[in-house]
Every structure is written in structure tokens, then in C-alpha cells.
């Protein structure tokens, strides 16, 4: 288990996994800026550029399956056919979706980038969270492009973590070491701390040297069971991207040790993003299992991890197993499938709480699985870093089959509320 | 528009409609009781009966589409294929749902309370809410059925409205005089205010003549456009019973006036249910236009008034509006449908916020927006009556076709969840 009793340990412990791979540098720039939509008020924007030595052929990307993306994704699929890719532009505060003129301004802000560091535009992509619906301060961001080059270097990869963040709690940054390279990964959101529509950003850079056919399925099945398994708000935000870099100097010959890596350092980096909101106190694992096929236990899974109902009473550490039950019924019920229930399990913690078609409570269980809730809560007065990464984990056995699938998600209190009430005031 | 300066005006209008239709009796009687998994604590249950003066033929009911549904629902479900029905008694306090031996339990009542009223077990329903998993106090229950129906007669429908009421906020009522008879509907839950799963029970008394298939179909076709369209926590808890019963007495020459009261009835209700919580500041109304078919419109207007992310903008009285679009977005890109988004039309409040492709946002559309939201706000310190009947207004064009559809729900706040995490303490 892992535990850190102060944010001091916490940010020592990412130092030490923060080297970047060979071929890749960082910068981070902040500045001030007032948008055109609310004369008056100042806003700070940090720039985050990460930059390879050369241009690349080896890249890979997913982006949000949302109807209306914002413009750093539209660009992003179409730079997906582009020959090369160079560096990522990073910026917060303000998203660039649906702004009149948000696609020329992104295009704009990059090709000035490109005359600074000497790219092509179609090498470079625009990354952007924040508010929806404002214009992108592009006078400002040309303006700062400069200094922001000027610290080409200076950034690792906690450095460039910490860059990314708007309210997140805490940097997310994961790493693994193998074939004589690594796989560094850092991201931004989502959910609870990142109300701008809970987006959520990843930048995955490798020195290994993997085909770009390779590293595109790589990145499509470790992402299918991280990133698209954790549940906060709602699926996909406007902006959702995950994009995999690499400098491509390390030979790799183990493709199963990569696709491994990758899956883990994706897998713990979700992980990361549900603890770190301000407002999760405590992380759920759901697992179904026995369902009759995968996909009907991945949406059961995630029935579970989005019900407000479910969500709200283990905030409260309430052992409210009924509403486990409720939420898969509601879901499986719509579906027009209906479970024999005296074949459908149900554990909170290890502790069975139903079986054999009835609940098993009684005031002995009930406090001790009250005890469990309560220590998987993550005090929300210790900011900066997660103080341990223990979960509430769910099992849902339904009877049905031999599928499973698991999700992950937050629970849901008054700071979800707070932070997303009050988001834009 | 409907205002209410204090409880009493509230009461008083709903006095003025409370006339049951010929042939129906009502009943209310509380006692104490100590459930059997909390030793030592003692809880209040309200009996309510809804009495026909004479078994009848005409009865029609829908039950939770939830693959666990509670005891009463199964027993309802077989109860329709019984040759007439007499009586309906609600509890509160207890849902009866998976508690070992609750089908029992429940028929065990209800012989009981059929051999004091000289009436077939199986002409008699059950209708339980509250928290599941505990069993139902039976012997408390059938001792107390004795002094229940020494008040037969005393409970008009305000009586039985206040009844059968758990946490709601204030009693729901609502009444259409035609043909010379009337359709009254009572109703308790749902959402917010009623954590045990959202439970929403529904009895609606007519004494209209109306063939046993008419009703059943005016039934479907009123639930399905009235409280199948709201949405609070999710949609089917193990419990929710919409109950139609006539005692036949009048001659109901006029089927399409029959049917279109019937769901005019049904919408009234509906929206009390929303307006209804504790923790419910906001009734949203989102209108779909312009999809490609009815049941898409319908699933994304759901979409949207399910967003947790929409859900807290609106309680903060904040026009995110982006929230909307990313909503609607998130839900069609799933479904694999892709809108031209320079055909997409969003109004909020009547004011148009997206348009042509682009946000249409300014400082002063922004501040009017805000106006908007904090007139429909529904004060909580004024508890026990709806202070209006606003709601906030959204409405969303898809240029994709000519279906339609509506939802209702509510706003998502402080109260939802102090009411939810802290709700079996």
C-alpha cells in the first residue's frame, strides 16, 4: 500500500520517476490575462510544451467520442495523418471549444510556435482545458510563446505535471522502466476537482522504439481498460484526449512487456485521477462478474459507479447495500434482462450482503462494514497528496455467464457540489 | 401561475380538490414499532388505506421496469390478473424489498385486513416504501390494522396524500372533474427528498366507467408522457407503483376526455414530484426538437437532465451553458450520432446561447441568464409548499429530423446530499 503523510513525500516520490525519456524536453510558462468575456477580471494561463529533439513518426492518439469536440481535438484528428509530430502545446484556464474562430486561433497560436522552434504547423498539437465557449486569449498566448521556449529544458516530468494542472489536488504522474527505456506518463482532471466538464488530458512519452501500427493498438486496449473504466461525471467531455509520443531510441523487442507497461502505467494514472478531487473522499471499485457477456458487465459496472444514489451514501460511509442492488436492477431491467436474484451475490469489502435472493445485514455487519467505509475516506483537509490508496471495492456477482468488467469512480458530497456550483464565479 | 405565500394556502387549495370520487373510502392510522435490525430504536410507520366500497373489475396498474423488484411489486404483478380489486394499503417507513420472507409477510397482512373488511386477500394490494432489506414489522402491522379501519371514512384525498408521505416536502394532489365524475391522484416521492430510492408511488381514483382495456392503455400512454419523463436520482427504483382504480359509478361517454385528463393529471403530478424535494431549488424542463426519431429525442433530453455537471450549474443559479452542449454531445457521440453542429440550436430561459456552430455569449446575456435561473429558485427555508410553479427552460434543436420529446427533473445541491449520505442515520 501506499501511504504519504504530507504533500513533501508525495512530490519526493514523483521526483523520483519524473525523468523525462530520451529525446524529450519540457517547458512551463505562466502569465496573466483578461478574457474578451469578462472585461475587468484577470486570469492566470499556464503554456506547457512537450517538445521531442526531432520530429517523430511514432505517435499515436484517442480523443473524446463526444458529438461536438472542442478544436484542439478537431485539429488533433486531423494531425493524425500527418507525416510527423513535434511537441504538444498545452494550455489551461480556457478550452477552445465551440469560441467563433477557435480552429484558426489554435492554428495560429502553433504556427508561431513553429517559427520558434523551427516545425512545420501540422507537426505541432494543441492541447486546451478550462471554460467551454470563450475565445482563446490569442494575442496573449503568441506574446508568451517566446519565454515559454526560452525554458525549453527546465521542465521534467513533474514539472510539466504540475504545468498541466488547473484545480486538480494533486500531480499525476506514473512511470515504468524497461527494454533499457521508459514509459512516462503525466495527466490533468477529471471529474469532482475539474468541473470545465471534467476533462481529462494524458501525455504519455516513450523512448522506445515501437511501430506506430504496434503502439496504436497498444494504446486503444490500455486505454479501453483505464481511462474508459473510471466514471466521475459523465463519459466524455468535449476535450478528452490521450496522446502517446515516442522518441523511438530504444530498441524494444518484448511488444507483450510494452503493451504490459503501458497498460499499467494507464491503469494506476486512472487510479490517480479519481483520488485526486477535492471533492472524492472515497474511491469505488466495482467488479461484475458472471454477467453473460462483457459489454453487459462493463455498463452494469459503470450503472453502479455513476448512481447518485450509491455515490452518495458511501460518502456518507453508509453500508446502503440496497441501493447497490437497485442500481444493477434499474440497469439490467432496462436492458430487458432479468437475473434469477437467488443466483446474484453481492460484496461490500469482502463482507456478503446479499445472497440467495435476500440481503444479509444485521447490526454487527453493518458496523463493521461502516468501519471499512470510513477507513477508505480520504480526509479532504489534507490537500496537495493523496494520504493512502486504499478503495471501496464492490463485487457483483449476477449468475449469468462468465463475463466480467470492473469501473472505477467517486463517491459524491458537498465539495462535488460546491466545485461545480460555483465553478465559474 | 400558481404561488403559494405560506403552508396554508398551499393546504387550503389542495383542500379544495380533495373530494374523493363516489365509491372510495380512505383511512390513515400511525403507530410505533422497533425494526427487528435496529434493537433498541424506535420508528414511526403510517398506515393509509385506499378503499372501494365494492370489489371492482376496472382497475388497471404499471410497475418499476427494475430486474429486483420489491415484494409488493411482485405481488401486484400477480394481483392483475385477479378477477377484481377492493383496497390498496400503503405503509411507509419499510419498502419490503429482499427481506427474507417478505412476500409472505405482506400476504399475511393483507388476509388479515381482508377478514375485517369482509374482502378476498386477493382482491387486496400492498404498496410498501422506504428502506429496503429490513423486514416488515408484521405484527405491529396487523395489530394496528384494527383501529386503521375504524378511520374508514375519515381520510379524504388530502388525508391520504399526507399519509403516505415519508421525507417528501409537502403533499401531492391533484384532481379533473368530467362527465360528471373526476379523476383524483395522489402521489409520494420521488428523488431528493426520497432517499430511499427515489421511490415514487402513484394512486389515481376515478369513478368514470371505463373499459378494464381503455384504462389499462390510457394508463400506459399517460405514465409514459408523464412520469416516465422525470428523472431525479435514476429512473426505476424497486418500488415505484402507478395504481388506477374506478368504482364505475359514472357513465364516461367521452373516451378522448378521459384519456387527455388523465394525462393532464399525470404531467401535474409529475412536475409536484420534482418541485417536491428538500434538496430541489431548481425544476428544469429540457424540450429535445429536431431529432431523427422520438425515442433519441427522449433519451437525450434524459441525458441532459441527468448531468450531474448540468444538474449543479443550474442549483448555482450558473448559465454553463457549454455544460448543456457537452451534455447533449457526450450522449449522441455514443450512440454514434454526429448532429451538423452549425444546425444545432440551444435556448435557455427563451435566450439563445448556441447558434450557427458557436456559443452566442456576452457579459450581458450572461448576467440576464443568471436573473433567470434565480427567480425559478425554489427557497428551502420555506418548507411544506411549492412557493411557484417556474422552471428553468432549456431547449434543444438538432436540425436532425422533426421528433420531440421532454424531460423534467431537478437541480443537484447541498440538500441531495446531506439527505442522501445521511439518510439510514
Chains 1, 2 share one sequence.
Not at 101 to 113: I, K, N, R
Not at 168 to 179: G, N, V
Not at 373 to 385: C, D, M, S, T, V
Request: proline share 4%.
Amino acid at each position: 500500500m501506499e501511504t504519504y503523510r504530507n504533500q513533501e513525500e508525495y512530490l519526493f516520490a514523483l521526483s523520483q520517476r519524473a525523468q523525462l525519456p530520451e529525446g524529450f524536453a519540457g517547458a512551463v510558462y505562466p502569465f496573466m490575462f483578461t478574457p474578451a468575456e469578462k472585461a475587468g477580471k484577470e486570469y492566470k494561463m499556464n503554456l506547457s510544451l512537450i517538445l521531442l529533439d526531432r520530429p517523430t513518426e511514432r505517435f499515436a492518439a484517442m480523443f473524446t467520442s463526444n458529438a461536438f469536440p472542442g478544436h484542439p481535438v478537431t485539429i488533433g484528428k486531423k494531425r493524425l495523418s500527418a507525416k510527423a509530430w513535434r511537441a504538444i502545446l498545452v494550455n489551461n484556464k480556457i478550452s477552445n471549444v465551440r469560441a467563433p474562430g477557435g480552429e484558426e486561433d489554435a492554428e495560429e497560436v502553433l504556427s508561431e510556435l513553429g517559427k520558434l522552434i523551427g516545425a512545420p504547423t501540422d507537426s505541432l498539437l494543441p492541447s486546451s482545458t478550462g471554460i467551454i465557449g470563450w475565445k482563446l486569449p490569442k494575442a496573449d498566448m503568441i506574446k508568451n510563446l517566446k519565454p515559454l521556449t526560452g525554458q525549453i529544458g527546465t521542465a521534467d516530468a513533474l514539472g510539466l505535471a504540475l504545468g498541466i494542472m488547473t484545480t486538480d489536488s494533486f500531480p499525476k504522474l506514473r512511470r515504468a522502466d524497461l527494454e533499457g527505456g521508459s514509459i512516462v506518463a503525466i495527466a490533468k482532471g477529471a471529474g469532482m476537482i475539474e468541473p470545465n466538464l471534467a476533462t481529462m488530458l494524458v501525455f504519455i512519452m516513450t523512448d522506445l522504439d515501437v511501430d506506430k501500427a504496434v503502439m496504436t493498438e497498444a494504446l486503444k486496449a490500455a486505454v479501453s481498460e483505464s481511462f474508459n473504466r473510471i466514471s466521475i461525471d459523465s463519459d466524455q467531455s468535449t476535450s478528452d484526449s490521450v496522446f502517446l509520443l515516442s522518441s523511438a531510441r530504444k530498441k524494444c523487442r518484448d511488444l507483450k512487456a510494452f503493451e504490459k507497461a503501458l497498460k499499467t502505467v494507464c491503469t494506476a494514472l486512472a487510479e490517480d485521477i479519481v483520488r485526486n478531487g477535492e471533492g472524492t473522499e472515497h474511491v469505488m471499485k466495482v467488479r461484475v462478474e458472471g454477467a453473460s457477456d462483457a459489454k453487459i458487465a462493463q455498463s452494469t459496472a459503470k450503472a453502479v459507479i455513476n448512481s447518485p444514489l450509491v455515490k452518495t451514501a458511501i460518502f456518507g460511509d453508509d453500508p446502503n447495500v440496497g441501493r447497490l442492488l437497485s442500481s444493477v436492477g434499474d440497469h439490467l431491467g432496462n436492458l430487458g434482462i432479468f437475473p434469477d436474484a437467488s443466483k446474484v451475490e453481492i460484496t461490500l469489502g469482502g463482507h456478503v450482503v446479499f445472497q440467495k435472493g435476500c440481503f444479509c445485514l444485521d447490526p454487527k455487519k453493518e458496523a463493521e462494514l461502516n468501519s471499512y467505509l470510513n477507513a477508505a475516506r480520504l480526509n479532504p483537509e489534507f490537500k496537495g497528496y493523496p494520504q493512502h490508496d486504499r478503495t471501496v471495492d464492490i463485487v457483483i456477482g449476477l449468475g449469468m455467464g462468465s463475463a466480467e468488467a470492473s469501473a472505477m469512480g467517486s463517491d459524491l458530497g458537498y465539495d462535488y457540489v460546491k466545485e461545480n456550483a460555483e465553478y465559474r464565479s
